[in-house]
């Protein structure tokens, strides 16, 4: 649906009076602009506009029926900022609801977001849930997955294809004063790689089963997670060398508990399978679905003071990502608050060790990822106006990094000044500064306008 975004939204606007006035409209605009100036490219410069716009409607016609819309356009206004074109448009959601009177019943009829148990997707379909006796829960959704465009025809096509039908479905259990668990599946795609005409490197159909948990028996213990298994058959082909993948997608849990009213302690672990994890992601041009790696990471933290004016906080994470080695993460940031002049401030230092990367380059064979993080931040807030100043710094220990273009040091500054100018509107500018292994100095400046518009059947307009 690209560019018809704005059309969608304009004609479910000019007929919303005859329908309610129980409708909120919400708008943001944002106008960005940077020049380019670095070896290799010719100088540019960028000034792309983009305008978000969304609308909620009740009571449409009957109470409980309700619309929603959301979707956003781009625009050039100077040099082309991205290789598609100097226009793009996206409806990221629009659809019918019905909300029933029992059971925390609900229908869904168009493009809309479901993120239940093992299925975080974009759909154009239908979805339906249900409360059930005895704590139990069911949801269920069907249609096509939203598809986005990738950067080369042949892949394109080949993507398009494969991703025919997505089916999802969860069957959940509320225990009172305990939490939820909850089973799902998922179905994206009918037509694997290994099954079409000309088999294709490449499958982005899925077929997954998940597990989910939330458990909170007290206060003072959050315990969460799922584990997802992949249910598709990736046998390696005939005469290949590849091992064969692993049947867990991933495994991702977190948990927290506070041992005193100010000190908590967290710890984390993931594990992913890419192949299956990333097979049949919307965004095929950001994770690689080609993918073979595998990732796994663990880490803790513990907070001191939490939600006084002082907070202390001490992380470590380890990652292990199976073509490229091994990485570690330790630090620290300390945050403190000054409640009535509303200020929050913070200082935060981390140290990275990595493996070494291998390069096949006899003159560089190896180089290290190692550096050093310092952080900075402060946020203030006077009557209407806001700003926030952020700073983050990153220096490698490997000066002959042959990405970092001979720099040792890295560098980011942004600072942001907004203004509440109404109930409804409210105005904000970033600036940025920077110095990085593309660009000498990289300044960037943004501007963002953000309206709400509310109106119901009592009270009149906002």
């Known amino acids: 649906m690209k560019l018809s975004t704005q059309a969608v939204l304009i004609a479910a606007l000019a007929s919303t009076p005859g329908w309610s006035q129980d409708f909120s409209l919400y708008s943001t605009t944002i106008a960005q602009m940077w020049k380019q100036d670095a070896l290799g490219f010719d100088k540019a410069t960028f000034a792309p506009a983009t305008q978000f716009l969304g609308l909620d409607v009740t009571n449409v016609g009957r109470d409980g029926l309700s619309l929603h819309l959301f979707g956003w356009g781009r625009a050039d206004l100077a040099d082309q900022s991205r290789p598609e074109s100097k226009t793009a448009g996206e409806l990221t959601y629009g659809y019918v609801r019905y909300r029933f009177q029992q059971a925390n019943a609900e229908i869904k009829a168009g493009r809309f977001t479901v993120n239940q148990g093992v299925a975080i997707e974009q759909v154009d379909g239908v979805s339906a849930q249900a409360d059930l006796r005895g704590g139990f829960t069911v949801s269920a959704f069907g249609g096509r997955p939203v598809l986005y465009k990738t950067r080369d025809a042949v892949t394109q096509k080949d993507y398009d294809f494969q991703r025919d039908f997505i089916f999802g479905t969860r069957l959940g259990l509320r225990i009172p004063k305990y939490g939820e668990v909850g089973l799902s599946y998922l179905q994206d ?6 099954d079409l005409p000309i088999p294709s490197n490449t499958d982005y159909t899925r077929e997954q089963l998940g597990l989910d948990i939330h458990l909170t028996p007290h206060a003072a213990f959050d315990f969460s997670g799922r584990t997802v298994f992949d249910l598709a058959d990736r046998t ?13 997608a991933e495994h991702d ?9 100010s000190v908590a302690i967290s710890g984390t672990f993931t594990e992913r399978n890419f192949q299956a994890f990333f097979a049949g992601t919307n965004l095929p041009s950001l994770f690689r679905s080609v993918e073979k790696d595998k990732h796994r990471a663990y880490g803790g933290s513990v907070t001191v003071g939490s939600g006084g004016p002082l907070e202390f906080v001490a992380d470590y994470r380890h990652t292990t990502r199976e073509t490229f080695g091994d990485s570690n993460r330790f630090g620290g940031d300390v945050r403190w608050t000054l409640e009535k002049q509303k200020i929050q401030s913070g200082f935060g230092y981390h140290r990275v060790t990595a493996s070494d990367a291998k390069l096949v380059d006899s003159a560089t064979p190896s180089y290290s990822l190692a550096h050093h993080e310092v952080r900075a931040w402060v946020m203030a807030e006077k009557g209407k106006l806001t700003a926030t100043l952020d700073g983050v710094l990153h220096s490698y220990d490997d000066k002959k990094n042959p990405y970092l273009n001979g720099r040792t040091s890295i560098f980011e500054i942004v600072g942001s000044l907004g203004m509440q100018a109404s109930s409804n509107l409210r105005l904000s500018g970033d600036l940025s500064y920077a110095a990085n ?3 000498k100095k990289e300044v960037r400046g943004l501007l963002r306008a953000e309206y709400r518009f509310v109106s119901a059947k009592k009270g009149g307009g906002k």
């Open 189 to 194: 795609g009918t037509k694997a790689a290994k």
């Open 236 to 248: 390696p082909a005939p005469g290949s060398n590849a091992e064969k993948p692993s049947k867990i």
């Open 253 to 261: 849990y977190s948990a927290t508990v506070k041992v005193a009213s």
């Open 437 to 439: 292994a593309l660009f």
